[in-house]
């Protein structure tokens, strides 16, 4: 897998690294070594013009050595250090809770959306008080585009973020009313251990910065729920 890496980075002609933070387990120090360690140390020894690296919000949650978010905290400041200590230009990129995936129905909105297509019961995990702020998939992708095309991004790091706090039940309730859905929802009110209540973040300097901007929140959950809807299998 090393020497595999390695290859990718050396044949690509790429300029810029974009590393999700999705493959960053539990322990970054040996497991995930090669999706880790390698891309950085090549991209300082191949003189690339920079790093993308999307972590999550998750950075602003306390540290907690149960947590399994601490690994992507650690690699948040091990890129920063990387920056400091060896030049890497580097760009550092927060997002909130992403919605609008094509695949995955696991998640939150997903899952709220494919249930109301194909039930008139919706049964949701968690708290409908909880508070989040929600941007969609596209919007992140856009975040990644400006930072890639602006020297302003370089070094920096930006929370990818309406700034816009939305409880779940709103969240819900929105959903219901872009698919037309009148069917009945209960919460279990199973919380995950250490998961934050509200998690909304300031995202007034990508947005002042490079111009970047969330797509209103009703807009978007139309959008992914005409993709569900046009799905011939949910």
């Known amino acids: 897998a090393k020497m595999g890496i390695m290859t990718s ?4 002609g790429m300029n810029y690294v974009l590393h999700s933070s999705i493959n960053i387990k539990e ?4 497991e995930d070594e090669n999706y880790f360690w390698i891309p950085l140390r090549t991209i ?8 993308v690296y999307p972590l999550t919000c998750e950075e602003h949650i306390i540290f907690n050595p149960f947590v399994t978010h601490n690994s992507k905290v650690a690699a948040d400041y091990y890129v920063q ?20 995936r094509k695949t995955e129905r696991g998640y939150l909105v997903e899952k709220v959306i494919t249930q109301m297509l194909t039930s008139n019961n919706l049964v949701l995990d968690g708290s409908s008080d909880s508070c989040r702020s929600y941007i969609y998939v596209d919007d992140q992708v856009d975040a990644y585009i400006k930072c890639l095309e602006s020297d302003k991004a370089l070094n920096e790091i930006f929370n990818v973020s309406s700034g816009i706090s939305t409880s779940v039940k709103e969240m819900v309730d929105t959903c219901a009313k872009v698919l037309n859905w009148n069917g009945t929802i209960s919460y279990n009110n199973r919380v995950r251990p250490y998961d934050p209540k509200n998690l909304v973040l300031d995202g007034s300097k990508i947005q002042n910065t490079l111009d970047w901007k ?5 807009e978007g959950l139309l959008k992914t729920a005409e993709y569900w809807r046009g799905k011939n299998e949910l």
């Open 9 to 12: 980075f050396y044949k690509s």
């Open 27 to 30: 322990n970054i120090i040996s």
């Open 44 to 51: 300082k020894r191949e003189h690339y013009n920079g790093l």
């Open 81 to 100: 250090v990387c920056g400091l200590g060896y030049g890497i230009p580097y760009t550092i990129l927060r997002p909130t809770n992403t919605y609008g």
């Open 214 to 218: 969330a797509t209103p929140l009703e």
